[in-house]
């Protein structure tokens, strides 16, 4: 099974802040990762797939990048509304696979 | 829009079996594959299964094999979940998703959720 580890576990910015999230596959995905954002009580919600396209209706300030084993999401400029836990997804390997999940909290 | 309506918790003794709904609407619902997704409390995500709605082909995580049946009913554009022997460790909140475009492995919609409480 394809394991993905991302990090950090929380984190803790502020209206503003850049916030970079990162994804670490155990095996190369290429480029087939997404990204996926859930609030308390919600289902997710597609943010970035194909690692890098922006889902409809995302804001530009999400956005994706990297290849192979090594993936970030970058939050430009955080928003009260983004406080969430973030999740990657790969689908290169079967079964497929989610990582633990990172939560950023707002200050 | 495209929607995707689950049915409401249930709550279920070890042993038993559960069945979900997951019903479908605007758009072709043989057209895309439709996913099982799991989340226990407080915990991440995990794949159950899916269907291809249009021949009824399933494919299950391993971990579900033999108590997992993932079923289509194309006239409602409803599928349904049913997880058997269920133990306290099957407690979670069972998501139906779509995939975003047809070929495509990526989830979007979702449905709302529907919790599944296993309790003697």
């Known amino acids: 099974e394809n394991v993905l580890t991302q990090s950090p576990a929380t984190l803790s910015l502020s209206p503003g802040e850049r916030a970079t999230l990162s994804c670490r596959a155990s095996?190369?995905?290429?480029?087939?990762l997404a990204w996926y954002q859930q609030k308390p009580g919600q289902a997710p919600r597609l943010l970035i797939y194909?690692?890098?396209k922006r889902a409809i209706g995302i804001p530009a300030r999400f956005s994706g990048s990297g290849s192979g084993t090594d993936f970030t999401l970058t939050i430009s400029s955080l928003e009260p509304e983004d406080s969430a836990i973030y999740y990657c997804?790969?689908?290169?390997?079967?079964?497929?696979?989610f990582g633990g999940g990172t939560k950023v909290e707002i200050k | 829009q495209v929607q995707l309506v689950q049915s409401g918790a249930e709550v279920k003794k070890p042993g038993a079996s559960v069945k979900v709904s997951c019903k479908t609407s605007?758009?072709?619902?043989?057209?895309?594959?439709i996913y099982w997704v799991r989340q226990a409390p407080g915990q991440g995500l995990e794949w159950v299964g899916r269907?291809?709605?249009?021949?009824?082909?399933?494919y299950y995580a391993q971990s579900f094999q033999g108590r997992l049946t993932v079923t289509r009913d194309t006239s409602i554009s409803t599928v349904y979940m049913e997880l058997s022997s269920l133990t306290s460790d099957d407690t979670s909140v069972y998501f139906c998703?779509?995939?975003?475009?047809?070929?495509?492995?990526?989830?979007?919609?979702w449905g709302q959720g529907t919790l599944v409480t296993v309790s003697s």
């Open positions: 998703a779509r995939v975003r475009a047809s070929g495509e492995t990526w989830f979007d919609p």
């Open positions: 605007g758009y072709t619902f043989t057209g895309y594959y």
């Open positions: 269907i291809n709605p249009n021949s009824g082909d399933t």
């Open positions: 095996q190369s995905v290429r480029s087939y």
């Open positions: 194909d690692a890098s």
């Open positions: 997804q790969q689908c290169s390997d079967w079964p497929l696979t």
